[in-house]
């Protein structure tokens, strides 16, 4: 429930091709003989997972945040859900 990859598995097979190609795109021009052509050079394992962490820690963050407010629902003054919530409706 609520975007979950417990219960989406990544259905979306398109955007899961994508990712598989675009990263193996990279690994192939960034390690393979090609990038003296290109002029690029191998990049260093730190160089790659340091710089991403902060990025990663937030994503997590603020997409568990998300999945909070949107599990808050709208009661009336019964104390009845009267309709989904703001997240729900806007980012669900």
Known sequence: MY?????????????????????IL????VYSPINAYLGLAPLNTM?????ALPFVFFNVITDECRKYLIRIPYLDEHGIEKRKGFFYRYTY
């Open 3 to 23: 975007d979950s990859i417990s219960v989406r598995m990544f259905k979306n097979t398109t955007r899961n091709v994508m990712i598989v190609l675009e990263t």
């Open 26 to 29: 990279v690994l192939v021009l």
């Open 47 to 51: 160089h790659l997972i340091v710089p």
